[in-house]
């Protein structure tokens, strides 16, 4: 069965400080997706990146980073020197091949505050 | 470009009353889901539409909720009645197929 887990509920960092919001996630199939949004108050939901099952190369955009460790199940997401303009909640999702095709669901959320 | 357009943005109701939320796609997007998000959590899939067949309504709760997507592109989903727990953000989002899904900023859902 899939299931995704984010274990921190919240985080509250001082601007320019780094962090990293944990993504652990339950899967039977082979071929997946992979995905982190962020939920700023405006309330949609913004795409920052999709991952697939067989791609495990780390990824860096900006001061946004991503870490998928297969071994362990884990697509871990870095902020460097966080902003207050990155306050939100994100989400992190998991999307598997289903009939007709990709049923996603996603974790609870973490939400993230940064003070300036 | 346009992104995914719902409306209303909010809508306040009492329960037993009928509701219904509008949803326009990305212009060229066939996939389009509808999510409950509830307070504090992460958005659930309601249904899912190919085209203008909802190829997953698992999720969706048939009794008082439906949905349809004439023609393939706009979607309205729909309460009837409302009740309390009813209470929520209704995400609207599009996809190509098997694609990266962008979504609607959501109606926020207050059953009093």
């Known amino acids: 069965a899939q299931k995704v887990t984010q274990a921190q509920t919240e985080i509250s960092v001082v601007e320019k400080e780094d962090v990293t919001l944990d993504c652990v996630y339950e899967?039977?199939?082979?071929?997946?997706?992979l995905f982190w949004y962020k939920q700023p108050p405006s309330g949609e939901l913004v795409f920052l990146i999709r991952r697939n099952s067989f791609d495990e190369q780390n990824e860096i955009s900006g001061r946004y980073s991503w870490n998928f460790q297969k071994s362990t199940s884990s697509f871990n997401f870095t902020i460097t020197a966080s902003q207050v303009v990155d306050s939100a909640v994100y989400f992190c999702?998991?999307?598997?091949?289903?009939?007709?095709?990709?049923?996603?669901?996603f974790g609870a959320g973490t939400r993230l505050f940064v003070k300036a | 470009e346009a992104g995914v357009v719902q409306s209303p943005r909010y809508k306040i109701i009492e329960k037993k009353q009928p509701v219904a939320f509008w949803c326009n796609p990305i212009s060229g997007h066939n996939t389009l889901y509808w999510y409950r998000q509830n307070l504090g959590q992460g958005p659930e899939l309601l249904i899912r539409y190919e085209n203008e067949e909802a190829v997953d309504d698992s999720q969706l709760p048939k009794d008082r909720f439906s949905a349809e997507r004439l023609k393939g592109v706009d979607s309205t989903l729909k309460i009837q009645p409302a009740e309390l727990g009813d209470s929520a953000v209704y995400l609207c989002?599009?996809?190509?197929?098997?694609?990266?899904?962008?979504f609607g900023q959501g109606t926020r859902l207050t059953v009093v």
């Open positions: 989002a599009s996809s190509f197929p098997r694609s990266v899904a962008f």
């Open positions: 899967t039977r199939d082979t071929t997946y997706y």
């Open positions: 999702a998991l999307s598997e091949a289903d009939t007709g095709g990709f049923k996603t669901i």
